[in-house]
């Protein structure tokens, strides 16, 4: 058997609707821009335009939400969370926000704040499919592999064609095996050791 390949957090973009209006027309116009230039796959030019957009209006609360979709691409994790930040200020019941500063709590290596927002934006949205498996995954980071399991369970209820979660979840029982197989060798057991190698390979 080949080396496990890792498993993957699951990003979606979101846009936030009808807060943009009766704002500025230039604050308008370069988040418009920003949106374009997102689409187009370049996102420095989004983050600038999303920051000019802010520049002009401090308050525009979906150029911090776009812009900090547009850090997220570039790997700009700590940008990622201060945005989000002030995204959840203002809108604390937008599922869609909590996940996407998970990912960025995530990526930095802090699972715990991850599981926490993931489990916030599921207490906004019981169906966000999204959240559930990205929980998940933040689970089997901390070796918690039965409440990973549990997430991906839940996301395939909700979703039975999402295929990431069906990977995750066949990640997760080999790697909870594996730690199985690795006492039983420990403790002798020759075919333990067998299937560990397998599943090591």
Do not use: W
Request: with cysteine.
């Amino acid at each position: 058997m080949k080396r496990l390949l890792g498993v993957f957090l699951v990003f979606a973009v979101f846009a936030v609707p009808g807060v943009q209006t009766a704002l500025g027309a230039d604050a308008q116009e370069y988040f418009d821009r920003g949106g374009v230039s997102f689409n187009e796959g370049n996102f420095d030019r989004a983050i600038k335009e999303y920051t000019e957009a802010i520049a002009l209006k401090a308050n525009f609360i979906a150029a911090y939400y776009n812009r900090a979709q547009a850090y997220y691409k570039k790997d700009l994790y700590d940008d990622v969370i201060s945005d989000c930040t002030k995204v959840i200020e203002a809108m604390p019941d937008n599922a869609e926000i909590y996940n996407l500063r998970a990912l960025a709590y995530f990526q930095k290596g802090r699972y715990g704040e991850a599981i926490e927002d993931e489990t916030k934006s599921i207490a906004k949205n019981p169906t966000f499919v999204v959240a559930y498996h990205n929980r998940g995954i933040a689970y089997a980071k901390h070796g918690q592999y039965d409440e990973a399991i549990a997430d991906y369970d839940r996301a395939l209820a909700l979703k039975p064609d999402f295929i990431d979660a069906n990977y995750s979840r066949g990640v997760a029982y080999l790697r909870k095996a594996s730690k199985d197989f690795e006492k039983a060798c420990k403790k002798g057991n020759t075919f333990a050791c067998d299937n560990l190698k397998q599943i090591s390979q």
